[in-house]
């Protein structure tokens, strides 16, 4: 402790730049003095609120270089988020009141204190007589600045300082990175390490621990995961999918070639007012292709099967061939069909296309008679989908998510769910049914969802797989991302009127009646049946809001929320949110919440460096188990300069999964994220599964996903871990997990090693039970910054038995019973 306090003090001191007088006085301890509260106009304040002290108005002693003590919430991430002139002044109570100007139309941001360190959740009045008061100038740290000035008591401002030299500690730990090892480690020689499982503690973990979370961000969906070929089908796609790019319109990806022909959007009689948009093609003379380039390219495999289908008509009554083609960019016919449109009235025609070559094509519609043509959700289906669905997803990448062994999927998204304002949240029922009354949206992460993949293709993968469905609905409440739009009802701080509530949690019931209702007694079971699901779907987890601003307007409509669902379905496993963060306002105040309704379960969200991920493999052994709460850790990832992924970053996680799994008896689901992107059209990286129209490249992250999903057990074997060398750097770079599988009786070793030597293991499985002689090991290692692939081979085995864990590496020896094959 004596080490840590003077490293704090000469820490505090180098960023201070406090001048030897100021020393002096401190070293006197004053009973107070004055202090500056503002926020830099340069960035319009959206480093937050800063702090200066002065004995004198004239010097004046920053605390914290450029540290933000509170920052506003309000608008989208990075630049909307401002302070503006904030004006401090402590209530005749003793609490602080911080309230500033957030732009110049929306009004004020206001929160509370007691220490100026933790804040209340944040409100934003449009009015507010908080505001007034007078502000003066200053110099800090060179540079003239406007705020308030109130007295306080030094303690108070030591109290800044000393939080301000624990976090600069905290984060000088979170900095720490296995590319820095040939210094941190110079001469280090291999470890010594012992791991005796001790049985007798053994203790059931969740038997649902690891999952995947889809979001459709990254065009995961469609031109992803989804497998239809044709982008823009509908004639759908807007302006406001991409906040008014004008050439995101109906006729985007769509391409008139040729003469004699016209191509325009209409909406008079469409097939479906959920689908207003169609193509008109008037032709005068025949010859004109209407094409399509799908999503980047339409990917064809010689001898594979397609299915074309089209909604058309002929208003004027005479009957049109149309000559369907898919061609290479050299012009040559990879495969064709034709059908001819006869009636006056929308029809469905369809057809199979045999693919001729292998190539990246095109779709051409060439009418063979002139007159007039009406045409809608024109789709292109590959006949091979996962699990032969029609409507279904792309086969190699549903396979390869399902070869995670998911125990539950998360969908439809985070922010996706809750949407940008209340006009973009998320409505499950316009995702089910027909497709050609399915309503598209805006995706809030910039471009359009068909929902051709829907409520109904998730929870069928689901069960498609074994995994466990969980939906997430917006707890009545928009993303907190949200753009505001000059509207505070509209922004991430409004939420769906009071009058409206209960037609939406309604509409949240009517989806658990709709997964698990009778298809015979109940109006949304006959729904699903209709649909081509008669049996019940078995949702047993709902989850209620994502990464939400914990307010009053959040927690008065979460309440509602919970409160029905609880009364009509009292069985169903509620899992709400604690805000994007793993600390701060929302995390307290979500935690808060959930102690006082009672909430099964939370999902907590944080991204991290892995020095976070190292140095915090206890942050749930910390939990207190006389919680009835359960935790879901629904998004997380090690993110790194570059936001790259590779051994680096998937042993951190691999570390801290071991950490989970010794905690699984209160983390219940745990799940990457993001999970897919493809190339060329990426908001967001890392990701767990990168491809394109041919490819699919799992990253180094899978691999470590995998093998815990493949090796999961439901039980654990805490051990008990000795190592020659006590540096407890080197100590927390290694870690095992011993788990069993109730269902086959295999224990499973999993050792991660972290460090840039070999770690020689003798592993003690006494107590156990007899074992086979041989077991399945896989090894995945490399440099940090390689992406390597697991290797599998098998190993002899035993009650004690010895391995060597190669430098950068993680481990899963996999161990059967005796008798069993």
């Known amino acids: 402790m004596r080490k840590l306090f003077l490293f704090l003090v000469v820490l505090f001191l180098s960023f201070q730049q406090v001048t030897l007088a100021a020393i002096k006085e401190m070293t006197s301890t004053p009973d107070s003095v004055y202090l500056f509260s503002f926020a830099t106009s340069e960035d319009d304040g959206r480093s937050g609120l800063r702090f200066a002290w002065s004995m004198d108005k004239e010097n004046w002693f920053e605390v914290g270089?450029?540290?933000?003590?509170?920052?506003?919430?309000y608008s989208r991430w990075g630049s909307q988020k401002k302070m503006l002139n904030p004006y401090l002044k402590q209530s005749p109570a003793g609490e602080w009141v911080c309230t500033w100007k957030?732009?110049?139309?929306?009004?004020?941001?206001?929160?509370?204190?007691?220490?100026?360190?933790?804040?209340?959740?944040?409100?934003?009045?449009?009015?507010?007589?908080?505001?007034?008061?007078?502000?003066?100038k200053a110099v800090v740290a060179?540079?003239?600045?406007?705020?308030?000035?109130?007295?306080?008591?030094?303690?108070?401002?030591?109290?800044?300082?000393?939080?301000?030299?624990?976090?600069?500690?905290?984060?000088?730990?979170?900095?720490?990175?296995?590319?820095?090892?040939?210094?941190?480690?110079?001469?280090?020689?291999?470890?010594?390490?012992?791991?005796?499982?001790?049985?007798?503690?053994?203790?059931?973990?969740?038997?649902?621990?690891?999952?995947?979370?889809?979001?459709?961000?990254?065009?995961?969906?469609?031109?992803?995961?989804?497998?239809?070929?044709?982008?823009?089908?509908?004639?759908?796609?807007?302006?406001?999918?991409?906040?008014?790019?004008?050439?995101?319109?109906?006729?985007?990806?769509?391409?008139?070639?040729?003469?004699?022909?016209?191509?325009?959007?209409a909406t008079t009689d469409p097939i479906h007012a959920n689908n207003p948009h169609y193509a008109v093609l008037n032709v005068e003379r025949p010859g004109a292709a209407l094409e399509n380039t799908g999503f980047d390219g339409i990917a064809l495999n010689v001898g594979e099967k397609y299915d074309f289908s089209i909604f058309a008509r002929v208003p004027q009554g005479q009957s049109n061939k149309l000559q369907v083609r898919l061609v290479d960019g050299e012009g040559n016919i990879c495969g064709e069909t034709s059908l001819?449109?006869?009636?006056?009235?929308?029809?469905?025609?369809?057809?199979?296309?045999?693919?001729?070559a292998t190539a990246d094509t095109r779709l051409e519609i060439i009418p063979q008679s002139a007159g007039e043509l009406n045409l809608d959700m024109i789709s292109l289906f590959p006949q091979h989908t996962f699990k032969g669905r029609k409507n279904g997803l792309r086969k190699d990448l549903a396979q390869v998510l399902a070869d995670i062994h998911p125990r539950f999927i998360r969908f439809p998204g985070g922010c996706v769910a809750h949407g940008d304002g209340l006009k973009n949240i998320y409505q499950w029922k316009n995702t089910v049914g027909p497709l050609e009354a399915r309503k598209a949206q805006r995706n809030l992460w910039g471009y359009h969802q068909s929902m051709g993949l829907g409520y109904f293709e998730y929870f069928q993968f689901c069960e498609d797989i074994g995994a466990e469905p969980l939906p997430v609905l917006a707890a009545g409440v928009p993303c907190q991302n949200s753009a505001c739009h000059g509207d505070l009802r509209g922004?991430?701080?409004?939420?769906?009127?009071?009058?409206?509530?209960?037609?939406?949690?309604q509409d949240i019931l009517d989806l658990i009646e709709w997964a698990n209702g009778d298809a015979k007694k109940t109006k949304w079971g006959k729904v699903r049946a209709?649909?081509?699901?008669?049996?019940?779907?078995?949702?047993?987890?709902?989850?209620?809001?994502?990464?939400?601003?914990?307010?009053?307007?959040?927690?008065?409509?979460?309440?509602?929320?919970?409160?029905?669902?609880?009364?009509?379905?009292?069985?169903m496993i509620v899992v709400g949110t604690v805000g994007p963060f793993n600390e701060g306002t929302d995390y307290v105040e979500g935690w808060k919440l959930a102690d006082k309704l009672g909430v099964p379960m939370v999902d907590e969200h944080y991204y991290q460096t892995p020095g976070w991920f190292l140095n915090n493999q206890d942050f749930y052994d910390k939990y207190d188990r006389s919680k009835k709460t359960e935790v879901y850790l629904g998004e997380y990832?090690?993110?790194?300069?570059?936001?790259?992924?590779?051994?680096?970053?998937?042993?951190?996680?691999?570390?801290?999964?071991?950490?989970?799994?010794?905690?699984?008896?209160?983390?219940?689901?745990?799940?990457?994220?993001?999970?897919?992107?493809?190339?060329?059209?990426?908001?967001?990286?890392?990701?767990?599964?990168?491809?394109?129209?041919?490819?699919?490249?799992?990253?180094?992250?899978?691999?470590?996903?995998?093998?815990?999903?493949?090796?999961?057990?439901?039980?654990?074997?805490?051990?008990?871990?000795?190592?020659?060398?006590?540096?407890?750097?080197?100590?927390?770079?290694?870690?095992?997990?011993?788990?069993?599988?109730?269902?086959?009786?295999?224990v499973i070793v999993k050792l991660v090693n972290l460090l840039p030597v070999e770690v020689n293991t003798h592993v003690d499985l006494s107590g156990i039970g007899v074992i086979q002689p041989s077991a399945k090991r896989t090894v995945l290692t490399g440099k940090p910054a390689d992406t390597p692939l697991p290797v599998e081979d098998t190993v002899e085995v035993a009650e004690k038995f010895d391995c060597q864990l190669p430098a950068y590496s993680f481990t899963v020896i996999r161990i059967k019973k005796a008798n069993e094959k």
């Open 491 to 505: 922004g991430q701080q409004g939420g769906i009127p009071m009058s409206e509530m209960g037609a939406y949690i």
């Open 65 to 73: 270089r450029n540290y933000g003590y509170l920052r506003c919430d």
């Open 530 to 571: 209709e649909a081509g699901h008669p049996k019940p779907f078995n949702l047993k987890y709902i989850g209620i809001g994502n990464e939400d601003l914990i307010t009053d307007i959040f927690e008065e409509r979460f309440t509602m929320i919970f409160n029905a669902i609880k009364e009509k379905y009292p069985e």
């Open 340 to 356: 001819t449109v006869f009636s006056r009235q929308w029809k469905t025609y369809k057809a199979v296309i045999t693919a001729k």
């Open 142 to 265: 060179g540079e003239e600045q406007k705020g308030t000035i109130n007295r306080v008591a030094w303690t108070l401002v030591d109290g800044l300082n000393k939080n301000y030299g624990w976090n600069q500690y905290r984060n000088s730990l979170h900095e720490e990175r296995p590319v820095q090892d040939g210094e941190r480690f110079a001469g280090l020689k291999p470890v010594n390490a012992t791991v005796t499982v001790q049985p007798e503690r053994a203790k059931a973990i969740s038997d649902v621990l690891l999952g995947a979370f889809f979001e459709d961000i990254n065009y995961s969906a469609d031109g992803g995961l989804y497998a239809e070929l044709i982008q823009n089908r509908d004639f759908e796609y807007d302006p406001s999918d991409r906040e008014g790019d004008e050439n995101w319109n109906s006729t985007h990806s769509w391409t008139l070639k040729g003469d004699k022909t016209t191509f325009t959007i």
């Open 102 to 136: 957030l732009n110049d139309r929306d009004g004020y941001g206001q929160a509370t204190s007691k220490d100026l360190i933790n804040w209340t959740s944040q409100k934003y009045p449009r009015t507010t007589s908080d505001f007034d008061g007078t502000r003066v």
């Open 637 to 746: 990832a090690t993110h790194i300069p570059g936001r790259k992924a590779n051994i680096e970053t998937a042993l951190t996680e691999a570390l801290y999964l071991a950490a989970l799994e010794r905690n699984g008896d209160v983390v219940h689901m745990t799940s990457y994220a993001p999970l897919l992107a493809k190339e060329g059209h990426t908001q967001w990286n890392p990701d767990l599964i990168y491809f394109n129209n041919r490819e699919v490249k799992p990253t180094t992250g899978y691999y470590v996903q995998k093998l815990y999903g493949q090796n999961a057990g439901n039980e654990y074997l805490p051990s008990k871990i000795t190592l020659d060398n006590k540096d407890d750097k080197v100590q927390k770079r290694f870690a095992s997990s011993i788990v069993r599988d109730s269902a086959s009786g295999d």
